[in-house]
């Protein structure tokens, strides 16, 4: 079987554990459920517990990128947990699931849940075969912790959230050298947008670097140490490469 790059980088993460946090982060749910009450009950619950809760009102095949992405490029998935109600406007919570698995969806079906009072046997079935969970409503908000421990010791907190921030960008188009982490060998790519919290780099070949790099020069952004958020292949010899910030200098 043919592993491309992501699946090399994923490769590589798991067995030298490159690309951790150097302090757990909290968990985090995504939940989908179009009536209020009970996505506000959800989402108090589990920020008790301790988790990021993000919570919406319609379902989307990626919360992050929206109804227009054809693939998921984030190198970590963008959640640990997520609870979909069955019955949504536009679509149900199932093919919602089966649309974020056919784009490469990160995160491990079996810490996904399907919520519903009246789902039949049919989607159900579907539901287990996808390798997700389903929970027949009414249920006490006890009933999921069973579940959620068994998330929780599938959850990997040392690793970042593979999530694109929506935020205002800088065009910039700034040839700069940078060094995968610790390497002294430097590379040469070109800065195409600087946002507040990271910048996106043009590099002329297979991205070498799956945990950190250290921008050397060449950057009118005051970033100069970064951590690899996500990686896209735009053509045979041309990637592009998501950085979130971890050290500035000053102007």
């Not at 992501?6 to 490159?18: F, N, P």
């Not at 421990?149 to 188009?173: F, W, Y």
Request: aromatic share 8%.
């Amino acid at each position: 079987m043919l592993c491309d790059f992501g699946c090399a980088v994923r490769v590589h993460q798991r067995e030298t554990g490159v690309g951790k946090m150097t302090r757990p982060r909290k968990p985090r749910i995504l939940i989908f459920d179009d009536n209020a009450q009970i996505l506000s009950m959800l989402e108090r619950y589990f920020t008790l517990k301790g988790y990021e809760a993000m919570a919406f009102s319609e379902p989307t095949s990626c919360s992050v990128y929206g109804d227009g992405a054809d693939s998921c490029h984030n190198l970590h998935p963008c959640a640990d947990i997520l609870i979909t109600d069955f019955d949504m406007p536009h679509m149900t919570g199932v093919k919602m699931i089966e649309r974020q698995q056919a784009r490469g969806c990160r995160l491990e079906p079996r810490n996904k849940a399907v919520i519903s009072g009246f789902m039949d046997d049919e989607y159900i079935r579907k539901t287990g075969e996808m390798g997700c969970a389903f929970f027949r409503k009414p249920f006490l908000l006890t009933d999921l912790d069973p579940w959620i421990k068994e998330c929780e010791s599938r959850m990997d907190l040392s690793l970042p959230v593979g999530i694109r921030i929506k935020e205002l960008r800088r065009p910039a188009n700034d040839e700069v050298a940078y060094r995968c982490g610790s390497s002294a060998e430097k590379r040469k790519a070109v800065v195409t947008n600087i946002s507040q919290s990271g910048l996106c780099l043009k590099v002329p070949e297979m991205f070498p670097c799956a945990e950190s790099i250290v921008i050397n020069d060449g950057s009118s952004s005051s970033c100069r140490s970064a951590e690899v958020r996500w990686v896209r292949k735009e053509d045979e010899d041309l990637f592009v490469v998501g950085l979130s910030c971890r050290q500035t200098v000053n102007a």
